[in-house]
């Protein structure tokens, strides 16, 4: 097979140079984050510093316990950084001026490589242009040829992932929102029941006011599914039409309890659909990157 030849028969040219240039880039890129989230963290204590003469210690979260562990697992040169951390028994100031020795060795160890983040990318750059020229010649023909099919399975992945993943982004806070009306409307019925007469009209007027929210929310996420048809409810309550009015909002919440099943069995399907075809996506990329380094 093709995709077995490219790895016996000839190597493409610089995959070890693209490697190492991808890794040096990457490390950057997350030296970048971890920079951000330091300086972040050291205006925080900055702040706290200065009104530490109020504050009670035991009322004061010192920040940026989970960004020490996370360095400490990512950066060899870290891995102590915990060891040097503020303990419980220590004064609040104590405790800041360590945390913020623990972010400012940090710190020093990042800065040069964020520094060095703009020519890292640009060396990986210059290294796959200048693979590409080399891929010209007519001995890779085979490689190239592979290399197309994997980039059009990866483009065809995402131009099914894109959309189901927009609608992922409409469907899930619409799920929620919808839960959360039928619970409050359920509750509200509930509780009028034992009031007769106005009860019922405000639990008519809560009915109504939900599938006016629910109704705009549902344009704004451009979600269309079917759900309760807006409410009319008189301005004053009547206690001849008490019961109607119960009815009324027992019905939205019966239409509430059908959308909120409807909304997640499509969030579980546009879910795992999600899932399988980034799963897809990223063994794609995976295989390129193997490939051209």
Same mark, same amino acid.
């Given at each position: 097979?093709? =995709?077995?030849?490219?790895?016996?028969?000839?190597?493409?040219?610089?995959?070890?140079?693209?490697?190492?240039?991808?890794?040096?880039?990457?490390?950057?890129?997350?030296?970048?984050?971890?920079?951000?989230?330091?300086?972040?963290?050291?205006?925080?204590?900055?702040?706290?510093?200065?009104?530490? =003469?109020?504050?009670?210690?035991?009322?004061?979260?010192?920040?940026?316990?989970?960004?020490?562990?996370?360095?400490?697992?990512?950066?060899?040169?870290?891995?102590?950084?915990?060891?040097?951390?503020?303990?419980?028994?220590?004064?609040?100031?104590?405790?800041?001026?360590?945390?913020?020795?623990?972010?400012?060795?940090?710190?020093?160890?990042?800065?040069?490589?964020?520094?060095?983040?703009?020519?890292?990318?640009?060396?990986?750059?210059?290294?796959?242009?200048?693979?590409?020229?080399?891929?010209?010649?007519?001995?890779?023909?085979?490689?190239? =040829?592979?290399?197309?099919?994997?980039?059009?399975?990866?483009?065809?992945?995402?131009?099914?992932?894109?959309?189901?993943?927009?609608?992922?982004?409409?469907?899930?806070?619409?799920?929620?929102?919808?839960?959360?009306?039928?619970?409050?409307?359920?509750?509200?019925?509930?509780?009028?029941?034992?009031?007769?007469?106005?009860?019922?009209?405000? +639990?008519?007027?809560? +009915?109504?006011?939900?599938?006016?929210?629910?109704?705009?929310?549902?344009?704004?996420?451009?979600?269309?599914?079917?759900?309760?048809?807006?409410?009319?409810?008189?301005?004053?309550?009547?206690?001849?039409?008490?019961?109607?009015?119960?009815?009324?909002?027992?019905?939205?919440?019966?239409?509430?309890?059908?959308?909120?099943? +409807?909304?997640?069995?499509?969030?579980?399907?546009?879910?795992?659909?999600?899932?399988?075809?980034?799963?897809?996506?990223?063994?794609?990329?995976?295989?390129?990157?193997?490939?051209?380094?």
């Amino acid at each position: 097979m093709i =995709a077995a030849r490219i790895g016996e028969d000839m190597e493409l040219p610089l995959v070890e140079e693209i490697r190492e240039a991808r890794r040096l880039a990457e490390e950057a890129q997350d030296a970048t984050v971890h920079y951000q989230q330091v300086q972040t963290v050291i205006a925080s204590l900055g702040v706290l510093q200065r009104q530490a =003469a109020s504050l009670p210690s035991t009322d004061v979260t010192i920040p940026g316990g989970e960004l020490v562990e996370a360095m400490s697992e990512r950066w060899s040169a870290l891995a102590d950084l915990p060891t040097i951390g503020p303990r419980p028994t220590q004064e609040l100031l104590e405790q800041l001026r360590m945390r913020r020795q623990q972010m400012e060795s940090a710190s020093q160890l990042l800065q040069p490589i964020v520094e060095d983040a703009e020519r890292r990318s640009g060396a990986l750059h210059q290294l796959q242009h200048q693979q590409g020229h080399l891929l010209e010649d007519p001995k890779y023909s085979e490689q190239v =040829a592979e290399l197309q099919r994997l980039a059009n399975d990866r483009a065809e992945a995402r131009s099914r992932l894109d959309p189901l993943h927009h609608r992922l982004k409409g469907v899930e806070p619409a799920y929620k929102v919808v839960s959360s009306f039928a619970e409050r409307l359920d509750d509200m019925i509930r509780e009028e029941m034992a009031l007769p007469g106005a009860a019922a009209w405000r +639990a008519a007027l809560v +009915a109504r006011d939900l599938v006016s929210t629910l109704d705009g929310l549902l344009a704004e996420l451009r979600l269309d599914v079917p759900h309760p048809a807006p409410l009319e409810v008189p301005d004053t309550p009547d206690p001849a039409h008490a019961d109607e009015l119960l009815d009324k909002a027992r019905g939205v919440k019966a239409e509430l309890d059908d959308l909120v099943v +409807a909304l997640k069995a499509e969030h579980e399907h546009l879910r795992g659909s999600v899932d399988a075809l980034q799963e897809r996506y990223d063994e794609l990329t995976q295989q390129i990157v193997d490939r051209m380094g």
